[in-house]
């Protein structure tokens, strides 16, 4: 046996102790990547599943905070139009899917089956294109919109 090799007993040693490493480190990053995930969402999580659940709204837009609050933060503070009249329909959200929270003309349940926020009255489906939509189309839509507003404002 060479000096500088290792023996067979001192191998079964360091490998153990490598795998544990290797473990504890993966724990520690699982658990901060997991904890970053789920912080923007902790204001009411509860509700934000069974919207996702309800709706089949997961990994969409609508799986956001943004649904009920006006910002990620949540909280009770500050709940959009839409969160606000969730609340007072005691959490129902079958209750307020008729209303227009927002009062863009368009009911929430029609927002969410387009996907836009039925708390924000500037997110609507006809400010959003369908999802099925070229890119090219909302470079149009937008362009005819700042176009329209142009022609809105008076020359001097
Ligand atoms: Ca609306």
Redesign the pocket.
């Known amino acids: 046996m060479h000096p500088g090799s290792p023996t067979p007993a001192a191998r079964s040693i360091f490998v153990p102790r490598v795998l544990a490493g290797v473990a504890v480190l993966s724990a520690l990053i699982s658990t901060a990547g997991f904890t970053l995930l789920v912080s923007p969402a902790q204001s009411t999580p509860e509700y934000m599943g069974k919207f996702n659940a309800k709706y089949n709204t997961r990994g969409s837009k609508l799986d956001s905070c943004m649904t009920c609050h006006t910002s990620q933060a949540g909280g009770a503070e500050n709940v959009n139009a839409y969160g606000a009249d969730f609340g007072k329909n005691n959490h129902d959200f079958g209750a307020v899917e008729g209303l ?9 349940i029609d ?1 969410i089956k387009a996907e836009t926020f ?1 708390g924000d ?1 500037n997110d ?1 489906p006809n400010t959003r294109p369908a999802p099925t939509t070229t890119s090219s189309s909302t470079t149009t839509t937008t362009a005819g919109l700042l176009d329209a507003i142009l022609r809105l404002v008076p020359k001097e």
């Open positions: 227009d929270s927002d009062g863009d003309g368009f009911s929430n927002e039925p009255k609507n």
